[in-house]
């Protein structure tokens, strides 16, 4: 084995990495998994709850105040103060590479990057939106600064086709979104015991929903999804949860709750809330068909937990969501949930459809989403930058 130098990865963040949510979990997903071959670094703003030493990977923080502060004073206040930030790390820091996989944070570097600081150092971006789906002045922002990016990586080749129709000239790369450590194990002996656990028997059609409450999930729809099939005759018991994050969302839980509940009955709703990671693991064990109802959906990565348990899943066509499920038997719209309650209807009659589909759907998982998959990818993909530019 030869040696070589270990190039050092830095990860430039908006947000704590300790908040939960997809870009903080992904980055440290990479930070962890890729520690081996590079020195990775994250950086974001001061930690919620963890110290730095907590990482196996260095941590540094800044300095840095909300980020969706309703003052609009204080948000460009905010965004020259990251601006500050960023040239002083990456200045003392020196990295290799520099890997952007938030919005807010491209924007705070491209405005160092379209002055020509720091153009010796490669940089790549990941976007985990959808093109579409920025507003106009931010969209404007982030073009200008890919024109100076090494790479733009996509989760979906969706959204790779989105990006070019707006007339990005980068390179595009296509890694696909993987899941935490804690979907890693699956036992299918689990199953049995898990459904039990939260009251289930073992004839019991389980439809699972989960995410938290926001306007791209669309509860609303929840409902009338569920109507759909009890009015049809279809005889199922729902797995719900939610994760809670404002005040507002305590009544919008209620409301969606008490509309299921009015519908199958009371007994045959099991509600959780506000899981971690390895209850969320356990949770997907007891679904038979999981049920993904957005209307705005870059990836879906809880199709993909469900997968990894052997979850059938069925999905709106919302966004990159038809190329991560991949059977359009398994898709449906607001204006084909007659399509939906026969697919469900099919799959609850035909046992050996049931499990095809079950096997569908973790093949899926272990062939494209896990997480040697995705880190492989970055490997490749960071060798392959700086064998170019260093």
Known sequence: MTDRKKYKILYLMEFPIDLAGGGQMSTQTLCEGLLDEFETVAVCPSLLEKKARNYPFRVVEYQSDENREK???????????RIGSFYRIVRKEQPDLIHVSMSESLITYGFLRCLGIFSGIPFVYTDRGLAYGYRTHSKRCILSTLKYADRLITTTHFNEG???????????????????????????????RLRAAQGFEKGDLVIGFAGRISEEKDWDFVPVLTKALHDAGVVFKVALVISVYEEQDVAITERIRGEISSQIGEENLVYRQDLSQQEMADYYYAVDIFVMSSSFESFGKAAVEAMSRKCVVLSTTAGGLPEVIGKEEDLYTKETVDKFVQRVRQLQEDADLMEREREYFRDRYLNNYTLDVHLDRHRNLYNEILAQRI
Do not use: Q, S
């Open 162 to 192: 989105l990006w070019k129709a707006e007339g990005v000239k980068t390179e595009i790369t296509v890694i696909p979104n993987t899941i935490g450590k804690a979907f890693l194990k699956f036992d299918p002996d689990e199953r049995a």
């Open 71 to 81: 003052n609009k004073i204080l948000r460009v206040l905010n965004f020259f103060r």
